[in-house]
């Protein structure tokens, strides 16, 4: 037994030895790079560059083509985008690369080389004792440490892969 500020908690650890290729979510990958030969630190970097331009030139290809099928569909008449935009298609460029260059500068010195190794087995055991903590808390010793050994395990590995990164997320938007 683990005592966790007075609360005596059946806890044992989930992992005690590297986790198996099942123990993984679906979405986990076990190679060290995302695109083999490019670094994910560069990857990152280069992707939202390259997605801006290959959907800023698409659309760029659409509004120049005129086609009668999008043209009646266009929100603005020709000539009034034409009086409204007084800025040209060079200065767009000029301060669209700029700003890339600013966010890809700042993006080199902010991201490490190498991310740090996770130990999942470990981290998997400090959610597990951090649900075991709340269900005493909540449940009482005896039927918290029943419902831990039943339920445990799968509360904290799903709290660890889904749970805390969906809020994350969602936190993050």
Not at 5 to 10: E, Q
Not at 21 to 28: G, I, K, Q, V
Not at 112 to 119: F, G, R, S, V
């Amino acid at each position: 037994m683990n005592n966790f500020t007075g609360l005596h908690v059946p806890y044992a650890p989930l992992y005690s030895t590297p986790l198996s290729t099942s123990d993984y979510p679906f979405y986990h990958s076990f190679r060290s790079e995302l695109v083999p030969g490019i670094s994910d630190k560069y990857l990152s970097l280069f992707a939202p560059f390259a997605i801006y331009w290959i959907f800023s030139l698409f659309f760029h290809l659409l509004d120049n083509l005129r086609l009668d099928v999008l043209e009646r569909h266009r929100i603005h008449e020709p000539e009034e985008v034409k009086t409204k935009n007084r800025v040209t298609v060079r200065e767009v460029i000029v301060a669209v690369l700029f700003q890339q260059v600013l966010q890809t500068l700042m993006g080199m010195a902010a991201l490490e080389d190498e991310p740090p190794a996770m130990d999942h087995a470990g981290e998997l055991n400090k959610w597990g004792r951090r649900v075991a903590k709340v269900v005493i808390s909540v449940a009482g010793s005896k039927s918290g440490g029943q419902f831990l050994a039943r339920y445990g395990r799968g509360m904290a590995s799903w709290l660890y892969w889904w749970g805390y990164p969906t809020l994350q997320l969602a936190w993050a938007a």
